[in-house]
């Protein structure tokens, strides 16, 4: 992927954290059946209906998140779920990690500053932080457009039920991977939260954004 994702840079303030989360989301990156969890969660996260059509510009700068977000989605619910105990934990694998070295730049821009629309997003997704793909859009003068056609199914009691259906989806894919549950960093708990909030949210936006 071109750019670090946002909950890999939430956690560096921790290294242990870091580390730990790393291990199990490459276990998770490493296994062949990912790639169909993604799939899945994808087709879950398909909007109904929506009068909103994304443009061009739109659906190339949400790129770099729509294959991506699906397997963040189940990492996090997976990492969620072993810290809650609902995963038998398994004992750490070795790092065997890279030595430290420059961190590429990102060709993601973000927007600099605070967006007049950032207040209302987190006022609809219940969280503190605005994710990553928000800022983007609005470094491309195109979060006031995605904002208006999909903010408001997000908000509504149509578009928080598709987003619960969208957790509980992740909870079962994250499921099929007992043998990578092995996160234990109480520390990192409110970082998650976050997270688990805002993910499943973001897929539903990024599938209704990258609709043709």
Do not use: C
Not at 9 to 36: F, K, V
Not at 111 to 129: D, F, K, S, W
Request: net charge negative.
């Amino acid at each position: 992927m071109p750019f670090v994702p946002a909950i890999f840079r939430a956690l560096a303030s921790d290294p242990r954290a870091l580390e730990a989360a790393w291990l199990q989301a490459r276990t998770i990156y490493d296994d062949a059946r990912a790639t169909e969890s993604a799939k899945r969660l994808v087709a879950a996260a398909a909007p109904p209906e929506l009068t909103y059509r994304p443009s061009a510009q739109v659906r190339g700068a949400l790129a770099p998140f729509r294959s991506e977000l699906p397997l963040l989605l189940l990492i996090v619910t997976s990492l969620g779920l072993s810290l809650d105990g609902l995963l038998e934990l398994r004992p750490t694998p070795e790092p065997s990690l890279p030595e430290p070295g420059p961190v590429p730049e990102t060709p993601v821009a973000e927007y600099p500053g605070e967006h007049p629309l950032y207040e209302a997003i987190r006022a609809v997704y219940g969280t503190q932080h605005v994710p990553v793909m928000f800022r983007a859009l609005a470094a491309q003068d195109l979060l006031g457009e995605t904002w208006a056609g999909i903010g408001p199914y997000l908000d509504s009691p149509e578009g928080r039920g598709h987003t619960t259906r969208v957790r509980t989806a992740a909870q079962e894919e994250a499921r099929r991977f007992p043998e990578s549950a092995f996160f234990r960093v109480e520390s990192a708990r409110a970082t998650l939260e976050q997270f688990k909030i805002a993910l499943p949210q973001n897929l539903v936006f990024v599938t209704a954004a990258s609709a043709p």
